[in-house]
C-alpha cells in the first residue's frame, strides 16, 4: 500500500498528559504534514515538515522527522480534552498529491 | 490561508440518484482536489480538478461516476453518480497555492456527508 502506517491506531490518556503518535511511511518526500479532524468533519491543517527539516514546533505541538528511518512523530504537550480528534500524517513526493496515512484516534479523558 | 465551504454539508439519497457537492474557495487557489473518506477510514483522492480542462482521476475512479467541474479558480464541483450504498462517505475538497495559500500546504473543506439508502 502507498500508504503510511500511522500507530497508535487508538490512543486515550488523561488530561495534562503527553500524546506522541507515530507515522511510517515507505517512498521517499519532499514534505510531511500532519492534520487534525474532529468527529469526521474537516481536517485542520496542524504543521508540516520538510525534508530537510528533523524538528519543528507550533505551540503545544512538536513533529519530528527522521528521513532515514522513513518515520515522523507528533507530540502534544499538555494534552486537553478538545484535542480529541484523529490525526493524520500525510507526505508528498515528486506533485502535490497528498498520501494520507492511516489516522491515529486520539481520546483525552477529562 | 483560504477559506473552503462546501454544499450541502450532509444528504441522505436514495439508490440510483445522484448528488453535486459544491466546494467555494474565497481566495483564487492553482489547485483543487476531491478525496473520499469511506467510514472510519483514511482519505482517499478522487481527482485533481483542472481549472479549464478535464479531471485527473485516480486509479480506481472514473469521469463517469465521479464527474468534476472548475469552471474557474475558486469553484469546483463533484458529482457522485448512480449511487449505490457503497458511495456512503465522507467528500472533501481541499485546496493549495494561490493568493492566499502555500504552495505546499492543502487546505480542507469541512465535507459532505453522503448516506446512500
Known amino acids: 500500500s502507498q500508504q503510511g502506517e500511522e500507530d497508535p491506531q487508538a490512543l486515550s490518556i488523561q488530561e495534562g498528559e503527553n500524546a506522541t503518535m507515530n507515522c511510517s511511511y515507505k517512498?521517499?518526500?519532499?514534505?510531511l504534514q500532519w492534520y487534525r479532524q474532529n468527529s469526521g468533519r474537516g481536517l485542520v491543517h496542524l504543521i508540516l515538515?520538510?525534508?530537510?527539516?528533523r524538528e519543528k514546533h507550533s505551540g503545544r505541538l512538536r513533529v519530528t522527522l527522521d528521513t532515514s528511518k522513513k518515520s515522523s512523530s507528533l507530540l502534544i504537550t499538555a494534552s486537553r480534552a478538545a484535542d480529541t480528534a484523529s490525526y493524520f500524517c500525510?507526505?508528498?513526493?515528486?506533485?502535490?498529491?497528498?498520501?494520507f496515512g492511516t489516522g491515529t484516534r486520539l481520546t483525552i479523558i477529562p | 490561508s483560504a477559506v473552503i465551504s462546501q454544499k450541502p454539508s450532509r444528504d441522505i439519497c436514495q439508490r440510483g440518484t445522484s448528488l453535486t457537492i459544491q466546494c467555494q474557495v474565497d481566495?483564487?487557489?492553482?489547485?483543487m482536489f476531491w478525496y473520499r473518506q469511506q467510514p472510519g477510514q483514511s482519505l482517499t483522492l478522487i481527482a485533481t480538478?483542472?481549472?479549464?480542462?478535464?479531471?485527473?482521476?485516480e486509479s480506481g475512479f472514473v469521469i463517469d461516476k465521479f464527474p468534476i467541474s472548475r469552471p474557474n479558480l475558486t469553484f469546483s464541483t463533484l458529482t457522485v453518480s448512480n449511487m449505490s450504498p457503497e458511495d456512503s462517505s465522507i467528500y472533501l475538497c481541499?485546496?493549495?497555492?494561490?493568493?492566499?495559500?502555500?504552495?505546499?500546504?492543502?487546505?480542507f473543506g469541512p465535507g459532505t456527508r453522503l448516506t446512500v439508502l
Open positions: 481541499s485546496a493549495q497555492g494561490g493568493d492566499r495559500g502555500s504552495l505546499d500546504t492543502q487546505y
Open positions: 517512498t521517499s518526500i519532499n514534505n
Open positions: 515538515i520538510r525534508s530537510n527539516e
Open positions: 500525510a507526505r508528498t513526493f515528486g506533485n502535490e498529491k497528498l498520501t
Open positions: 481566495s483564487q487557489v492553482t489547485m
Open positions: 480538478a483542472n481549472q479549464g480542462s478535464e479531471a485527473t482521476y
